[in-house]
């Protein structure tokens, strides 16, 4: 009797497996009859295409990638959705602000966010649901230790306005992405009086970030206001750069990530949209970029070199992003840097 009794348990758990390994998710059956998904994304492509084959591997569904600097990408959505031809699935740009308007427009979709819960802060969405964020842009100070010893170096944004650093700074303007955040952040901290001050330094500023680095890399200006990132690749590339992460806090900006309310595949969409915000694609795109990354999901692998991420949003002011106006924030630091 008792044989049987084991007999009909063990068949009874194998049912329940078997019925359980049947079960199929809704969403993902109807992202796969959809065929594939567009992404169109600025990140750096060795990140994207480890996300990318991390969800083809999980999922058997293609990701065709539109790869192209923010600027590109929003004249081809902008065009898309004012001709009702959009082909976007997924938006994941680093200039967020023009999804603010764009949700008023009407042109983006509510999503929940299945991964929201693990970022390690939420400073960096829109609290209704349309706009998300799963990376950062940081901005550190870097110099060239052929010029600046390790003990000397700025170590705070204030510490970079002392008189001995006249005529020694390289920076990029506000068409830049990183340094555009770094100007929020600063405007933010301190003031636009903080600009006033740094003109008196005489700083070069470029047209473009990679002109600004260059500028730092051949010591022509031995400290700038830098992407972390070049930095940090520089030195493992044997460069002689140093990076410091200011101590009143790193001029974080955010790439935005949303989903087009006309999106030809939504399933797809959403699906691509939550994964990329995981665990598992923020681990992929961080191997591919071995650890150069500044993802906001808590349990990423991070370069050596760069401190914890929650160390890293440590004290980010509580910014109302409606509020903040692209055009006028370049206005205003062209203003104080006597670029008008």
């Not at 049912?15 to 993902?28: E, G, I, N, R, S």
């Not at 990132?229 to 806090?249: H, R, T």
């Amino acid at each position: 009797m008792k044989a049987k009794c084991m007999l009909l348990a063990c068949a009874m758990v194998g049912l329940a497996v078997t019925a359980h390994a049947q079960q199929k998710d809704p969403l993902v059956e109807a992202a796969k009859r959809e065929g594939k998904v567009v992404f169109y994304s600025s990140e750096d492509r060795k990140a994207l295409e480890g996300a990318n084959k991390a969800f083809e591997a999980k999922y058997g569904i293609p990701v065709e990638l539109n790869r192209q600097s923010t600027g590109r990408i929003l004249k081809v959505a902008q065009s898309e959705f004012e001709t009702n031809t959009v082909r976007a699935d997924v938006l994941d740009i680093t200039n967020p602000l023009v999804f603010f308007e764009w949700k008023k427009k009407g042109y983006l979709k509510q999503w929940k966010a299945a991964h929201a819960g693990e970022q390690v802060s939420d400073l960096f969405r829109d609290g209704e649901g349309f706009i998300w964020s799963r990376r950062l842009l940081l901005t550190c100070i870097g110099y060239n230790r052929k010029s600046v010893r390790d003990d000397e170096a700025p170590k705070t944004w204030q510490d970079l306005l002392a008189s001995k650093w006249k005529d020694k700074i390289a920076m990029s303007g506000p068409a830049s992405g990183p340094t555009f955040g770094w100007i929020v952040f600063i405007s933010q901290k301190y003031g636009w009086e903080y600009f006033d001050k740094l003109r008196a330094s005489n700083p070069i500023v470029a047209p473009s970030s990679d002109e600004a680095f260059a500028l730092l890399a051949t010591g022509e200006r031995p400290l700038a206001i830098a992407n972390c990132f070049d930095v940090v690749e520089a030195q493992e590339q044997g460069s002689p750069l140093g990076n410091v992460f200011a101590k009143d806090g790193l001029g974080v900006w955010w790439a935005g990530l949303a989903i087009p309310r006309a999106a030809p595949r939504p399933n797809a969409a959403l699906l691509l949209a939550n994964f990329v915000m995981g665990a598992e694609a923020s681990a992929a795109a961080s191997r591919a970029r071995k650890g150069a990354v500044a993802y906001l999901q808590k349990d990423t692998p991070m370069a050596k070199a760069l401190p914890p991420m929650r160390e890293l949003v440590k004290g980010y002011p509580k910014v109302d992003w409606e509020k903040v106006h692209a055009a006028e924030v370049t206005k205003e630091f062209r203003k104080r840097m006597g670029q008008q």
